[in-house]
Structure formats: C-alpha cells, structure tokens
C-alpha cells in the first residue's frame, strides 16, 4: 500500500487525526505525527512552518520512506504545500483542507486574539482541559504563545507566495468547507487557479474545526484523489 502522511493543525495533535487514520488503514499505509511542541512533542524555543516541514522530513529518513502522499488539515495543510514547492522529490500528492492562505500583519494580529490562554480558561474551560490533556507534559500555555508568535512573523512574511504555488508540479487538491470563519471561499479559490495540476472541492455545512468536518466525506474523497 501507497504511504499517506496525516498532518494536523496549530495547536492540534495527531490523536485528532486518528478517526480519519482508521477509515484509511486498509487503503493506505497511514502515518501520522504530533508536530514539534504539540502533542507532547519536545518544545522548541520557536515555531515556524520551515520547522514543522523539517519535522516530516526526518520522519520520512527514519521510517524509511522515500516519498510520501500527504493530507494537511489547517496548519497542516499549509506545511503540505511547503514541503511540495521545496522538496517535491519527497511529495506525491497533495490534499489541502481548510488551509489559511491569506496573511497580513493585521490577519495575523486578529487570529493570534483567539490564542489568549486566559480567556479560553475563563470562557471555555472545557477546552482549556482538552488543550492540557492533548499536550502534556508541555505547557498548553506555551503552545499557544509559541503559535501567536508563528502566526505574527508568518503575517509580516509569508513562507509561500503566488510564484511558489505556481511552481508546485505535484497533483494537488483544495478544500474548504463552506461555512469555514477562518479560511475564505475567495483564498482557497485563488491558490487553487494558481497551482498548476490543482483540482478545487467545497464540503457543505462545515465550518473550520476538525472535530466539525465529516470523516466519512473526508475519507472517501482522500481515497478518491490519492488512489
């Protein structure tokens, strides 16, 4: 079977990923990994998309893998494209979804507002508990300071532009559910025209989460573009 590398999001963990790994085991070789300081992972002094792409990088020498398909969510799906325009000898296939695209100083500013450790312990403390739970023993605290950080150097310079999309050579999917806050219809739908072997896909009633995103539709459409 084909290898397939699952990649998760900021502030996520590849137990997320697990339901989708399970829908895929007897389709593909499934891996999955936490990215550096998630998940537990060993926390760096600083995040960065070069950092996580390097991450996979090492995963695929040390488990042997020449070349790798690979689905990103979110983050994940932004590190995907990284690793195809830099090192597209490793990359087969891309599946990006719910990817951000778009950056400025002032996208970043607002999305680094909803990274306030605090005021996620004082309005959801559900899901501070699961922050905690998913990262431990690392500080949750710190993954978030460490991704605000990220997010505000990735607003002043973006790691890939419109003439790195449009050197990406690998077979390439976008998708974006529609009722997604976070990622715009208008970003995926230009990154899409810019990709030169790109195919584009809309999931109806889906918002940005993982957690909201149909494993069965999402299985099935991996299957569909990989196989």
Known sequence: MEPILLLHGAI????????????L?????????????????PMPETFSIELFAQH?????????????????YSMGGYVSLYLAKHYPEKVIKV???????????????????MMNANKIEEKIPAFAKTLEQRH????????????????????NATPLNSTDFKTIQQPVLI???????TVTLEESIEVYRQLP???????????????????????????????
Do not use: C
């Not at 599946?95 to 500013?109: N, Y």
């Not at 991704?147 to 990735?154: G, K, P, Q, T």
């Not at 195919?199 to 990989?226: A, G, Q, W, Y």
């Open 25 to 41: 085991k007897n389709k593909f070789d499934v891996h999955t990994i936490s990215f550096n300081g998630h998940g537990g992972e």
């Open 175 to 181: 998708g974006t559910g529609d009722k997604d806050t």
């Open 12 to 23: 996520g963990a590849k137990d997320q990923l697990q339901p989708l790994a399970e829908k």
């Open 95 to 113: 599946f990006s979804f719910a990817a951000k695209f778009h950056w400025t100083p002032e996208i970043s500013l607002k999305e680094t507002k």
């Open 136 to 155: 431990y023993p690392n500080d949750w605290k710190m993954v978030l300071k460490r991704i605000s950080e990220m997010l505000i150097r990735v607003g």
């Open 56 to 72: 996979v990088l090492d995963y695929l020498v040390q488990n042997k893998i020449e070349s790798i398909h690979l689905f990103g």
């Open 197 to 227: 072997n790109a195919l584009f896909i809309v999931f109806p009633n889906t918002p940005h989460p993982i957690e909201k995103i149909s494993v069965d539709r999402l299985s099935e459409e991996i299957i569909r573009f990989f196989k």
